[in-house]
């Protein structure tokens, strides 16, 4: 029979990435183009069956603003599943998930399965990271990447789908 896992996601990233958006894409099939700065963190949960696994996620979401970044760790812990969310608009925010990267895999679970996001690709026009760094980034480091709008929807399903099927390999 098919195998049933729960578990512990986390999304990292600068404020403004996206980071809930893209999990109210996921969870609610809905997204705000005046979306609110989260405080603290905020919790949901999702199913998502695929041919191996029913796998319920536990989704931690939390806010990117700097002062938040010591609660960081309580959400991290014991997670089985990291995203890491940058905007294509902003080289800051790619500098900051780099940060992220570095810092789950000095503190993170050792086989933490981890996936680097760029998110607003529907903002091509305006993007100021290119497609290659990302990718070049993510493979030095052992990461999923994938490219993503929460706003059109693009990829957004795929992006859980692939770490669904990765934990239900482990
Ligand atoms: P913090 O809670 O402050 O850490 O931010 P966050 O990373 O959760 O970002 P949030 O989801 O709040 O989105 C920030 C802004 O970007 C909102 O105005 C969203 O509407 C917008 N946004 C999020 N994803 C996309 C996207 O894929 N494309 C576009 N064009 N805008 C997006």
Do not use: C
Not at 4 to 14: M, R, S, Y
Not at 27 to 56: C, P, R
Not at 61 to 81: K, N
Not at 140 to 155: D, F, P
């Amino acid at each position: 029979g098919s195998k049933n896992i729960q578990a512990k996601l986390v999304l990292l990233g600068d404020m403004g990435t996206g980071k809930t958006s893209l999990v109210l894409r996921f969870v609610k099939g809905q997204f705000y183009d005046f979306q609110e700065s989260t405080i603290g963190a905020a919790f949901f949960t999702q199913i998502l069956s695929i041919n191996e696994a029913t796998v319920k996620f536990d989704i931690w979401d939390t806010a990117g603003q700097e002062r938040y970044h010591s609660l960081a760790p309580m959400y991290y812990r014991g997670a089985a599943a990291a995203i890491v969310v940058y905007d294509i608009t902003s080289m800051d925010s790619f500098e900051r998930a780099r940060k992220w990267v570095e810092e789950l895999q000095r503190q993170g679970n050792p086989n933490l399965v981890m996936v680097l996001v760029a998110n607003k690709v529907d903002l091509e026009a305006n993007r100021r990271v290119e497609t290659e760094n990302g990718e070049l980034y993510a493979h030095e480091n052992g990461l999923l990447y994938i490219e993503t709008s929460a706003k059109t929807a693009q990829n957004v399903n795929e992006l859980f789908y692939e770490i669904a099927k990765r934990l239900a390999k482990a």
